[in-house]
């Protein structure tokens, strides 16, 4: 099975040519789920399980592996537009054994079904500390789509990165106010906290 439905026929090796890029073909055994949102730790979090033997699938491998960010895009695309797609989790973290950061969080409730063994890590900060942090990299990725025509010729994946990125903010947040942001922000770590 590929993991994908008849309604989104795309295998994941035919979304581009040639290897994933993935680093190993063994079968994913995740074992720990970042269940925070971006901007309160992941990154850190990521670089203290590497240290300790993990390897961690973060949103910035998304990028680092050849055929992910397309395969991420094109899902993305297609649940934005309201069609439902099964995503391939196996043939994503192929050769990791943790998941943190977006846009795995917003997923939350599929990858506890597919590894029900995880254990759950929440990171969290500050709202208010938080927002602010989160509203400069959203306000990032606002300054790449307004300057896109020019960024293409300097990156490949931008369009990707600007599909994921749109996707995450509207999936994630109600609207780009503080107040949303920090609601939705708050109701997804007590969610959390209560799991």
């Known amino acids: 099975s590929s993991g994908i439905n008849a309604e ?5 090796g035919m979304i581009e040519k040639g290897d994933a890029g993935l680093p190993n073909p063994s ?4 074992r720990i789920i970042g269940v925070g949102y971006a901007r309160t ?3 850190s979090l990521k670089v203290a399980l590497n240290f ?6 973060h949103f910035e491998d998304i990028f680092l592996h050849e055929g992910h960010s397309r395969y991420w895009a094109r ?3 297609h649940l934005q537009k309201g069609e439902k797609v099964t995503i391939d989790w196996d043939y994503l973290f192929q050769g990791y054994d943790a998941v943190l950061d977006f846009p795995h969080v917003l997923f939350l409730d599929e990858l506890r079904v597919r590894y029900p063994k995880a254990t759950l890590l929440l990171t969290s900060r500050d709202a208010d500390t938080w927002l602010a942090s989160m509203k400069l990299l959203i306000g990032t990725g606002e300054g790449l789509r307004r300057h896109r025509s020019i960024l293409r010729y300097f990156s490949s994946n931008l369009d990707d990165f600007l599909t994921i990125t749109k996707y995450i903010n509207t999936t994630a947040f109600p609207s780009l106010t503080d107040t949303d942001m920090v ?3 708050e109701r997804h770590n007590a969610e959390m906290r209560a799991a």
């Not at 989104?8 to 994941?12: I, S, T």
């Open 41 to 43: 730790g992941t990154y």
């Open 75 to 77: 899902l993305l695309e």
């Open 52 to 57: 300790l033997g993990y390897k961690c699938y």
């Open 8 to 12: 989104w026929p795309l295998r994941p």
């Open 27 to 30: 079968q994913p055994n995740i």
């Open 183 to 185: 609601a939705a922000y």
